[in-house]
Nanobody, 123 residues
Framework: QVQLVESGGGLVQAGGSLRLSCAAS????????MGWFRQITGKEREFVQS????????YYADSVKGRFTISRDNAKNTVYLQMNSLKPEDTAVYYC????????????????WGQGTRVTVSS
């Protein structure tokens, strides 16, 4: 089992920045690829970014490329999502997820999920 706890969400004006954190516990964090996803009520969970277990490979959704950056600190068992130039359409609940093995952009391939943190971007 892997337990994930997100933090860092909140209310921000358009053009602002937030940094989300996801703290992991329970298993060897460095064995797990990590992903960030987001969801608007009534819509399917959407891929945002993901990072391989070593941190050597990252993937981005086109909608956030150039604005968001995923990173991880395996010594701290934490993955981050730096979000800059935020837009109202970034408003959603953001989830981090973990899977053992190859990094993926598909939410159904992740085994463990946090409870989510809400991000609201006002115009």
């Amino acid at each position: 089992q892997v337990q994930l706890v997100e933090s860092g969400g909140g209310l921000v004006q358009a053009g602002g920045s937030l940094r989300l954190s996801c703290a992991a516990s329970g298993r060897t964090f460095s064995n797990y690829a990590m992903g960030w996803f987001r969801q608007i009520t009534g819509k399917e969970r959407e891929f945002v970014q993901s990072i391989s277990a070593s941190g050597g490979a990252t993937y981005y959704a086109d909608s956030v490329k150039g604005r968001f950056t995923i990173s991880r600190d395996n010594a701290k068992n934490t993955v981050y999502l730096q979000m800059n130039s935020l837009k109202p359409e970034d408003t959603a609940v953001y989830y981090c997820a973990a899977r053992r093995g190859v990094v993926s952009t598909r939410h159904r391939e992740y085994d463990y999920w946090g409870q989510g943190t809400r991000v609201t971007v006002s115009s």
